[in-house]
């Protein structure tokens, strides 16, 4: 199975600046199948992020997904205090789903 | 809009069974799969199984195969996750999510646009 492994664990940062997150993948992800979620505590995931950098549904333009093969990024622009929360990343490339640990982003 | 929901808490002993249920609403029931994936707290979501609701085919992750079984009720738009011989490591938040892609083009490998709330099932003696 392909591993996930997002960086960093835990993102400090303040409203209005830039968050990158980085999810690297053990092997190539085929077709640039990435997803990435947004969860906020005691809510399910929510999908931002579909096929590497394809925004999803009513998801806001400070989100951007880029990357491909073994490394994927995440980036959010312009920080609101609602974007604090913990993001997943997914590869469905692969039979076996696999998802990252996540990365905590926190208000500094 | 779509509309997910599932059923509520459970609290089973070691070796029981447990069934949830996602009632889905709002779209086309057969035109989306259900994928279920637990997540246990600290830990990564897991991926573990998924219906395809058009002609009811199925697919397990192999570490559920010999214990998971998910089924549907097309008339009700709703997916059941039943998962037996239970243990203390099966207590984690259990999700069930629609497949992204139209099922009759859709496999186990999918990205998931709509989510349940999630079950806590807790197993304890």
């Known amino acids: 199975e392909i591993v996930l492994t997002q960086s960093p664990g835990t993102l400090s940062l303040s409203p209005g600046e830039r968050a990158t997150l980085s999810c690297r993948a053990s092997?190539?992800?085929?077709?640039?199948?990435l997803a990435w979620y947004q969860q906020k505590l005691g809510q399910a995931p929510r999908l931002l992020i579909y096929?590497?950098?394809s925004r999803a549904t009513g998801i806001p333009d400070r989100f951007s997904g880029s990357g491909s093969g073994t490394d994927f990024t995440l980036t959010i622009n312009r920080l609101e205090p609602e974007d604090f929360a913990v993001y997943y990343c997914?590869?469905?490339?692969?039979?076996?789903?696999?998802f990252g640990q996540g990365t905590r982003l926190e208000i500094k | 809009q779509v509309q997910i929901v599932q059923s509520g808490a459970e609290v089973k002993k070691p070796g029981a069974s447990v069934k949830v249920s996602c009632k889905t609403s709002?779209?086309?029931?057969?035109?989306?799969?259900i994928h279920w994936v637990r997540q246990a707290p600290g830990q990564r979501l897991e991926w573990m199984a998924w219906?395809?609701?058009?002609?009811?085919?199925?697919q397990y992750s192999p570490k559920f195969l010999d214990r998971i079984t998910i089924t549907r009720d097309t008339s009700a738009t709703t997916t059941y996750m039943e998962l037996s011989s239970l243990k203390s490591e099966d207590t984690t938040v259990y999700y069930c999510?629609?497949?992204?892609?139209?099922?009759?083009?859709?496999?186990?490998?999918?990205?998931?646009?709509?989510w349940g709330q999630g079950t806590q099932v807790t197993v304890s003696s």
């Open positions: 999510a629609t497949g992204a892609t139209p099922v009759n083009i859709a496999s186990e490998s999918d990205y998931f646009d709509y």
């Open positions: 709002g779209y086309t029931f057969t035109n989306y799969a």
């Open positions: 219906i395809n609701t058009a002609n009811g085919n199925t």
């Open positions: 092997q190539s992800i085929s077709s640039n199948f």
């Open positions: 096929g590497a950098f």
């Open positions: 997914q590869q469905y490339g692969n039979s076996a789903i696999t």
